[in-house]
Antibody
Framework: EVQLLESGGGLVQPGGSLRLSCAAT????????MSWVRQAPGKGLECVSG????????HYAGSVKGRFTISRDNSKNTLYLQMNSLRAEDTAVYYC???????????WGQGTLVTVSS | EIVMTQSPATLSVSPGERVTLSCRAS??????LAWHQQKPGQAPRLLIY???TRATGIPARFSGSGSGTEFTLTISSLQSEDFAVYYC?????????FGQGTKLEIK
């Protein structure tokens, strides 16, 4: 059974940093692209970043480019999102999804809430 | 960036009814179109990929059609557990983009 478990969310001040993690089980992690999708409170879904299976190919939404970095450790079956220079508009539930930059998302984690506020 | 537009925004329907949700892309996306269902407080769940292929475990009452720029999701007979928000998603181009969602409400 595929499971994706996010962690690392919390309250951070504007300008601060957070690193999100997504632990994956139930599939051969290294052979699949992965993505981070966020949902602001009461809003729709926004794909913020995606990465290929080997980690060599990364993509970012314009709203986060230069501030967020996606990475993966295939030896630990874990996906990461390093978020720097956080802004109030980055406040959202962040979901980890199985599927890369040009794939459908066939499994989603339960999400982790990031709140950027002073 | 490809803009995905869903209609209607909200649909009030009764259990047992047949419903059709629409999704339009601002550029052609071939058949690289998925539908996701999201219930309050839950993560989205994949229903349909490749515009018309049901994901694992999805009941046959859900069906998808279309290609290019016009797509539909049909639920043949609404069950109580189907009242949720439905999002279309194109994955033909980066950034992947979602529609704003269609909310199915109980009439």
């Amino acid at each position: 059974e595929v499971q994706l478990l996010e962690s690392g969310g919390g309250l951070v001040q504007p300008g601060g940093s957070l690193r999100l993690s997504c632990a994956a089980t139930g599939f051969t992690f290294s052979t699949y692209g992965m993505s981070w999708v966020r949902q602001a409170p009461g809003k729709g879904l926004e794909c913020v970043s995606g990465i290929g299976g080997s980690g060599g190919s990364t993509h970012y939404a314009g709203s986060v480019k230069g501030r967020f970095t996606i990475s993966r450790d295939n030896s630990k079956n874990t996906l990461y999102l390093q978020m720097n220079s956080l802004r109030a508009e980055d406040t959202a539930v962040y979901y980890c999804a199985k599927g890369g930059p040009l794939d459908d998302f066939d499994y989603w984690g339960q999400g982790t809430l990031v709140t950027v506020s002073s | 960036e490809i803009v995905m537009t869903q209609s209607p925004a909200t649909l009030s329907v009764s259990p047992g009814e047949r419903v059709t949700l629409s999704c339009r892309a601002s550029q052609r996306v071939s058949s690289n179109l998925a539908w996701h269902q999201q219930k309050p407080g839950q993560a989205p769940r994949l229903l349909i990929y490749g515009a018309s292929t049901r994901a694992t475990g999805i009941p046959a009452r859900f069906s998808g059609s279309g290609s290019g720029t016009e797509f539909t999701l049909t639920i043949s007979s609404l069950q109580s557990e189907d009242f949720a928000v439905y999002y279309c998603q194109q994955y033909n181009n980066w950034p992947q983009t979602f529609g704003q969602g269609t909310k199915l409400e109980i009439k």
